[in-house]
């Protein structure tokens, strides 16, 4: 008889096979620790099929940085339903954001933390994926704006008309400081015990959506008018 040929594995499987001890490896030693040795190790390969597969190091942990960051923004965009109000969109993106970080630690721990220090090329792919994220969150907030914008046309506060566009004037900056603090609430939840995606989702929600139900509603916060004590106070006899 002959000999029985063992089945050879597909070359996307084993790739992912070494993506994967690639994320635990990065995400847990950092990329300056992490060796191909330990990474060929724990795929069950050799070095030099990693190599062959991955080109070096560097190319590694930049496909690393791209699967993580593809899968993470395409588990925010899943997790919106367009067809629900804009709180409940905005509620449901953030439960995805956080069980994704929380489901995928090392993945996170490379995205936030490995990539945004070890060089330019490593940092400007996770900025893509950030800006992506933005546009996304811009866009839910948008609509929310432009659903409110009928009402705010009808508000006034202290007799004075609301502008109907100011919720959208601001919108770009809402979205930044959103990413951005679901960004560290991750950090913070990840190494947090006990704290789950849902609490972190309700936290962020509860810290976010206050303010930006207000502005929707046309009732946008505005600074105090300076009083003679204020030391930014214009001085009498000065132009306000």
């Known amino acids: ?63 690393c940085i791209r699967r993580e960051a593809d899968a993470l923004t395409e ?26 970080t929380a489901a995928h630690p090392d993945g996170w721990s490379v995205l936030h933390i490995q990539a945004r220090t070890h060089g330019e090329r490593f940092a400007s792919v996770v900025a893509a994926m950030r800006e992506e994220l933005v546009a996304f969150v811009t866009q839910l907030i948008a609509v929310a704006a432009r659903e409110a914008l009928p009402h705010s046309r009808t508000c006034s506060r202290g007799g004075t008309p609301i502008d109907p566009d100011l919720a959208e004037g601001e919108v770009a900056g809402l979205a930044e400081a959103l990413v951005g603090a679901a960004e560290s609430l991750a950090a913070w939840a990840n190494a947090t015990p006990a704290v789950t995606a849902k609490q972190a989702a309700t936290t962020l929600m509860n810290f976010a959506w206050a303010g930006l139900g207000n502005l929707m509603e046309g009732r ?18 000065t132009l306000p």
Not at 25 to 46: C, H, K, N, P, W
Not at 220 to 237: E, I, L, Y
């Open 220 to 237: 946008p916060w505005s600074p105090p008018r300076p009083t003679p004590s204020d030391p930014a106070a214009p001085r009498p006899g």
């Open 1 to 63: 008889m002959g000999a029985v040929k063992t089945k050879r594995m597909p070359r996307a499987v084993r790739e992912q096979q070494m993506l994967d001890a690639a994320v635990r490896t990065f995400g847990q030693r950092g990329y300056m620790a992490a060796s191909m040795d330990e990474i060929a190790e724990l795929a069950g390969v050799s070095k030099p099929l990693v190599y062959l597969y991955l080109n070096s190091k560097e190319d590694l942990f930049t496909a």
């Open 75 to 100: 588990a925010v965009r899943t997790g919106v339903r367009r067809e629900l109000p804009a709180d409940r969109q905005l509620w449901d993106g953030l439960q995805a954001f956080f069980a994704h």
